[in-house]
Every structure is written in structure tokens, then in C-alpha cells.
């Protein structure tokens, strides 16, 4: 007796959706092939391929859902209008959990997708699992491309996230307004030309997360979750970057909030703002390159800002006398009176001491001071300051 395909991969505990009916052609609708293999659970592989889908995929517990990523790789192309998020980790009954849930290496193409449900991938009540080299691109204006709801002890690993230039896009929405967010990890993301990369918010329920080595381009991070749970406890650490911020890179309007090892190149008006008045405390800036400016509205004593500002300006200190001495200044955003200055010129200095302090917010003074015991005059140069906060 002949023996389907379809059983034969069950026996060796893979189910190739391709034995379901899904053709991965980008013409046919793979919809219910692909829904009947999630249906069954236990571990699914989607060969390269594109697979239109014209509804919702909801994913069950006990699933392993990994794509082949060989050439272009596995697309699913959402093409419908109706309601419904494209790639749906949900259990909608009251009290239950999806849990043991992994999904790896698919790409999700929303650029077809004119959906009205406000997120590509929707993730809510899941206990326990990973999303892990999930891609989604072009999403839709005004829509989220991740949203994380109530989870617990969730990894999303190396996920990326493209918008559309020009039109306003959520990369990934971390919210605890259906329950809270626990345990959850966020290693090593790459988002880039969403108007907010990350927008954290909720309501009283608690937010625990760690955003992990994350690479952001032409979009901010803002955290804006409920004042009133003081368990929410957000950490952005280490190797973390920001390249052409929009207008601030990361925007802290909560408190228990800690930023560690952030670069920013070009960060808009202010790297860093924590600003929320007295809703802003125990947060803490620490360590990184800030190309502009740190700026805590609130001035609380309890937020902490360390890092490095910087500036330059051609100056020509002139002609000077044997104890005499010439003063300029130069602007460095982000610099605080107290913090370490330092100051250094192009040109040699021909034993003429030069001497930076932070006279005042945002500006170092140098200090040309002549104790040869004769005249000297220094050319014109480059004159660069650096302050670590």
C-alpha cells in the first residue's frame, strides 16, 4: 500500500507545508494549505519559496515553524483588504496561553497587504517561546509592524523591520495594555525608516524588558507606558546604535528606564530625553557615544547621565606673550558643567599649555596659556574638545 508524502514527513517529525498543497509561486493562495499544517502542530518546514496568503495565519502551542532560507529565502505575501493580522501568535480564549512556539527564518512582504487590523505580526498571550531571523518589509503607512502584547519569558532574536520612507511606521510596539510583559528579550534587532523604531506603552500592568545590541535607522525610540506600576523596568544595553535619528534617539518619559552603551550618529536634536517630570525617575544614561545632546527636563537626582559629547572649530589663538594667555570657546551638545573636558589642536603647540573646562551647559572653554618665557605665535587650526560625562 502506498504510503502519502504527507505521512512520511509526519513520521520523521517534519511537515513540509509543499506536501499540504501550498505551491510557493506567489499566484496560487496558500492560505489553507498553510493553516491546515499549523493546525497540526510539532515541526513545519517552508521551503524558499512565495506563499500568497489572502487571511490570517494563526499559529497553535507545540510548533516549530522554520523557513529553509536558501536564495531568496521564504516569503509569505499578504494580499488581502479584510480584518485579521497576517501572522497571528494568539489564544483567544480567556485565561489560556499559546506556549512552546518557535518561529524562524520567514520573511513577511506586506507591501500587497491593505489590511485593516493595525499590525503585520500580532503577538499576545504567549507563554514561553522565540521569534527568531523574522523579517517584515514595507509595512503599510500608520500600521505596526511587530506588536508584543502579554507575554512571558519570550526571546526575539535578530528580527528586522523595514518601512516605507516617508510614511509614518511603528517598527515594533511593546504594550502591556491586554496584561503584562514579563521576561521578555529583544536581541539584536535591526530596524530601519519607521517614524519610532520602538514604542513602548501600556497601562498599569508591568513591562519587563532588555532591548539587546539593536541597530536603529532613521527612526526614534519612545517608552510611554503607565506612571502609576512602578515593576516596569525597561534596559537598552550594550553595542546599541542609532544612525539618523528623526528627532530624538531615545525619548524616556517613564521611570526605571536604563540606557547603556548607545551610540548615536547624527541623533536629531537630543540623543537622549527623559522628559516626564517626576514620572521620569530611577532612569539612567550610562556609558556610549552621544553625538548630540543628553536632556532630562525633570532634573531629577536620581537620573543619572555619563557618556561622551564633542566639538571642533578653527581657531587661530594669535600672537602671545610669555604669561599671557587667550580664551575661546567651543560648543560640544551634551556637555555638563562638572564633567571631564578635555581639548586638543591640529597644530604643534610649541610648549604652550592648553587647558579645557565645561564653563557651561553644552560649551568647553580652552585656555591657551603661554609660559615659554618668550613670544609665540601659533598658526590656525582645528580646535576639538571631548567631554565625558
Given at each position: 500500500?502506498?504510503?502519502?508524502?504527507?505521512?512520511?514527513?509526519?513520521?520523521?517529525?517534519?511537515?513540509?507545508?509543499?506536501?499540504?498543497?501550498?505551491?510557493?509561486?506567489?499566484?496560487?493562495?496558500?492560505?489553507?494549505?498553510?493553516?491546515?499544517?499549523?493546525?497540526?502542530?510539532?515541526?513545519?518546514?517552508?521551503?524558499?519559496?512565495?506563499?500568497?496568503?489572502?487571511?490570517?495565519?494563526?499559529?497553535?502551542?507545540?510548533?516549530?515553524?522554520?523557513?529553509?532560507?536558501?536564495?531568496?529565502?521564504?516569503?509569505?505575501?499578504?494580499?488581502?483588504?479584510?480584518?485579521?493580522?497576517?501572522?497571528?501568535?494568539?489564544?483567544?480564549?480567556?485565561?489560556?496561553?499559546?506556549?512552546?512556539?518557535?518561529?524562524?527564518?520567514?520573511?513577511?512582504?506586506?507591501?500587497?497587504?491593505?489590511?485593516?487590523?493595525?499590525?503585520?505580526?500580532?503577538?499576545?498571550?504567549?507563554?514561553?517561546?522565540?521569534?527568531?531571523?523574522?523579517?517584515?518589509?514595507?509595512?503599510?503607512?500608520?500600521?505596526?509592524?511587530?506588536r508584543v502584547g502579554k507575554t512571558n519569558d519570550i526571546t526575539?532574536?535578530?528580527?528586522?523591520?523595514?518601512?516605507?520612507?516617508?510614511?509614518?511606521?511603528?517598527?515594533?510596539?511593546?504594550?502591556?495594555?491586554?496584561?503584562?510583559?514579563?521576561?521578555?528579550?529583544?536581541?539584536?534587532?535591526?530596524?530601519?525608516?519607521?517614524?519610532?523604531?520602538?514604542?513602548?506603552?501600556?497601562?498599569?500592568?508591568?513591562?519587563?524588558?532588555?532591548?539587546?545590541?539593536?541597530?536603529?535607522?532613521?527612526?526614534?525610540?519612545?517608552?510611554?507606558?503607565?506612571?502609576?506600576?512602578?515593576?516596569?523596568?525597561?534596559?537598552?544595553?550594550?553595542?546599541?546604535?542609532?544612525?539618523?535619528?528623526l528627532s530624538t534617539g531615545v525619548k524616556i518619559r517613564q521611570?526605571?528606564?536604563?540606557?547603556?552603551?548607545?551610540?548615536?550618529?547624527?541623533?536629531?536634536?537630543?540623543?537622549?530625553?527623559?522628559?516626564?517630570?517626576?514620572?521620569?525617575?530611577?532612569?539612567?544614561?550610562?556609558?556610549?557615544?552621544?553625538?548630540?545632546?543628553?536632556?532630562?527636563?525633570?532634573?531629577?537626582?536620581?537620573?543619572?547621565?555619563?557618556?561622551?559629547?564633542?566639538?571642533?572649530?578653527?581657531?587661530?589663538?594669535?600672537?602671545?606673550?610669555?604669561?599671557?594667555?587667550?580664551?575661546?570657546?567651543?560648543?560640544?551638545?551634551?556637555?555638563?558643567?562638572?564633567?571631564?573636558?578635555?581639548?586638543?589642536?591640529?597644530?604643534?603647540?610649541?610648549?604652550?599649555?592648553?587647558?579645557?573646562?565645561?564653563?557651561?551647559?553644552?560649551?568647553?572653554?580652552?585656555?591657551?596659556?603661554?609660559?615659554?618665557?618668550?613670544?609665540?605665535?601659533?598658526?590656525?587650526?582645528?580646535?576639538?574638545?571631548?567631554?565625558?560625562?
Amino acid at each position: 500500500m502506498a504510503v502519502s508524502s504527507k505521512y512520511i514527513s509526519a513520521l520523521i517529525n517534519h511537515l513540509n507545508v509543499r506536501d499540504f498543497g501550498a505551491v510557493g509561486n506567489g499566484i496560487a493562495d496558500d492560505t489553507a494549505a498553510l493553516q491546515a499544517v499549523l493546525n497540526l502542530g510539532g515541526h513545519i518546514v517552508m521551503p524558499d519559496g512565495l506563499y500568497k496568503t489572502t487571511a490570517p495565519l494563526l499559529f497553535k502551542s507545540n510548533t516549530r515553524f522554520v523557513g529553509e532560507a536558501r536564495g531568496a529565502g521564504a516569503r509569505i505575501i499578504p494580499t488581502y483588504s479584510g480584518a485579521g493580522y497576517p501572522l497571528t501568535i494568539d489564544e483567544p480564549s480567556a485565561g489560556a496561553w499559546i506556549y512552546d512556539l518557535e518561529i524562524e527564518k520567514i520573511h513577511v512582504d506586506a507591501s500587497f497587504w491593505t489590511g485593516t487590523a493595525t499590525h503585520v505580526v500580532n503577538i499576545d498571550n504567549f507563554f514561553t517561546g522565540s521569534v527568531k531571523h523574522v523579517t517584515v518589509d514595507s509595512c503599510p503607512a500608520a500600521k505596526r509592524c511587530f506588536r508584543v502584547g502579554k507575554t512571558n519569558d519570550i526571546t526575539l532574536y535578530e528580527i528586522k523591520v523595514f518601512g516605507n520612507a516617508g510614511t509614518p511606521v511603528v517598527g515594533i510596539e511593546i504594550t502591556s495594555v491586554n496584561g503584562p510583559v514579563n521576561g521578555l528579550r529583544l536581541i539584536a534587532p535591526d530596524v530601519e525608516v519607521c517614524d519610532t523604531g520602538i514604542l513602548f506603552t501600556g497601562t498599569t500592568n508591568r513591562i519587563t524588558c532588555d532591548v539587546i545590541t539593536s541597530y536603529f535607522e532613521e527612526c526614534d525610540i519612545y517608552i510611554d507606558w503607565d506612571s502609576a506600576n512602578v515593576e516596569s523596568r525597561l534596559a537598552i544595553l550594550g553595542g546599541n546604535m542609532i544612525q539618523r535619528a528623526l528627532s530624538t534617539g531615545v525619548k524616556i518619559r517613564q521611570s526605571n528606564c536604563s540606557v547603556i552603551g548607545l551610540a548615536t550618529n547624527s541623533a536629531g536634536t537630543y540623543s537622549v530625553d527623559i522628559d516626564g517630570a517626576a514620572t521620569s525617575r530611577n532612569c539612567h544614561v550610562i556609558g556610549g557615544n552621544l553625538r548630540a545632546a543628553v536632556r532630562d527636563t525633570a532634573r531629577l537626582l536620581s537620573t543619572n547621565t555619563t557618556g561622551n559629547a564633542a566639538g571642533s572649530k578653527t581657531f587661530d589663538p594669535g600672537s602671545l606673550a610669555d604669561g599671557v594667555q587667550q580664551l575661546t570657546d567651543v560648543t560640544a551638545p551634551g556637555a555638563a558643567v562638572g564633567s571631564f573636558a578635555q581639548a586638543s589642536f591640529t597644530n604643534d603647540l610649541l610648549g604652550i599649555d592648553l587647558h579645557a573646562h565645561v564653563s557651561a551647559a553644552d560649551t568647553v572653554r580652552c585656555v591657551f596659556q603661554n609660559e615659554t618665557g618668550g613670544t609665540l605665535d601659533l598658526a590656525s587650526g582645528t580646535l576639538a574638545v571631548r567631554v565625558t560625562r
